[in-house]
């Protein structure tokens, strides 16, 4: 349910985005719905009220999401500021690659990997596979973020149907092989 809600921002966005432009009069003033502009205007307000949200209901919000809220807003309001989309075109490809420092710094800093902390309360698996667990999330981050960049800037038409499916796709594939990875070490420990 957690990842559903992380996503609400996203569906808004891509929804505000794909609209036809039009211009809109709420409250005496006008303004235009549908486009890029709109679009990250809708994405702000959605990530700051599910994360406020979320951050009443919990008293914290996650590192993870943290980032993205900050990085929306960030992107998002340079991209409102200049009236120009590139700006938000750079947030996914950065977010991605702070993960993956995160994730690689975490070789070096504490007693465990990030993916270790993150998934040993569920399944036990010998140091040398938390490494090398840990050290993939890192390459999917880094090439998942030049395939954004890379798509945004070059198939501008494509981007956010690429953000929005083509991201999602790519991460569900990675954590199937990473789940097959964890079945194999897991009957291999039954055993």
Known sequence: MKQLIDFIPLIVFFTVYKMDPRMVDVAGHSF????P???TFFLIVASAIVYGGIFIKNKTLEKSQLITLVAVVLFGGMTLAFQNESFLKWKAPIVNWIFAAAFL????IGQKTLVQRMMEHAVSLPEEVWVRMNLSWVVFFIFLGV???YVAFTFH??????????SLILTFVFVVLQFLVISKHMRTEEK
């Open 37 to 39: 502009i709109s679009g």
């Open 157 to 166: 038409e494509f981007w956010v149907d690429f953000k929005v499916f083509g």
């Open 105 to 108: 710094g975490s070789q070096f």
């Open 32 to 35: 235009e719905l549908g486009g």
């Open 147 to 149: 395939a954004n960049l």
